[in-house]
Structure formats: C-alpha cells, structure tokens
C-alpha cells in the first residue's frame, strides 16, 4: 500500500506559479498505471486537473489548465509533480495526487491547499 503526501501549496498571486509535489512511500509510483492530480474548491465537486501514465509517459490535461499546468516526475525521488503557471483565482482550490492500479484510483494523499489572489 502506498502512502501520498502533498505538499507546495500556498498564498500566491495571480499570474505567479507554484510547484506541487507529491511524494510516495511504502510503493514506488513505478507499482501503478497512472498518477493523476485533482483539485476540489469549497462548495464544489472534486475535479480532474492533470494525469501521468507511469509506462507510456504521456499526459493529459483539463481544457482549464492546458497550457499552464505540467505533470512531471522524478523516478528517483518517488515524486510527481505539478507545475502550475499564470494561476488565476479560480484555480484556488485543495489540490491532491492520487494513483490508479488500473482503472481506478485507489491511493490518496491529504490535500494540499492553494490559493490565488487577484
């Protein structure tokens, strides 16, 4: 069983960046078929932001974030990542990771917040 932990969030403007990790134990991310990232605001249903498929490399993306956010990881750190530029205010929300074995995802971590001012 895996354990996820978020971290990276924060205050920032809009317009500036951030960069979330999030850090695997107990499993290496090697173990699922895909790490994926989400993100809940107050008041609203918890939604996709961004996935990794382990083998393949590839991404995908939410049409909201395209072009601002980046998935990445670090194999020897156990570690993904999210980076997120040109945040705006609707992108306040509490972020997680979270990883499929297959079709379902299975792990989540606690959450880490952000918050965009205008």
């Known amino acids: 069983q895996v354990q996820l932990v978020e971290s990276g969030g924060g205050l920032v403007q809009a317009g500036g960046s951030l960069r979330l990790s999030c850090a695997a134990s107990?499993?290496?991310?090697?173990?699922?078929?895909?790490v994926g990232w989400f993100r809940q605001a107050p008041g609203k249903e918890r939604e996709f932001v961004a996935r990794?498929?382990?083998?393949?490399?590839?991404?995908n993306y939410a049409d909201s974030v395209k072009g601002r956010f980046t998935i990445s990881r670090d194999n020897a750190k156990n570690t993904v990542y999210l980076q997120m530029n040109s945040l705006k205010p609707e992108d306040t929300a509490a972020y997680y990771c979270?990883?499929?074995?297959?079709?379902?995802?299975?792990?989540w971590g606690q959450g880490t917040q952000v918050t965009v001012s205008s």
């Open positions: 979270a990883a499929a074995s297959s079709y379902v995802y299975d792990y």
């Open positions: 107990g499993r290496t991310f090697s173990s699922y078929a895909v």
């Open positions: 990794l498929r382990w083998t393949a490399g590839s991404t």
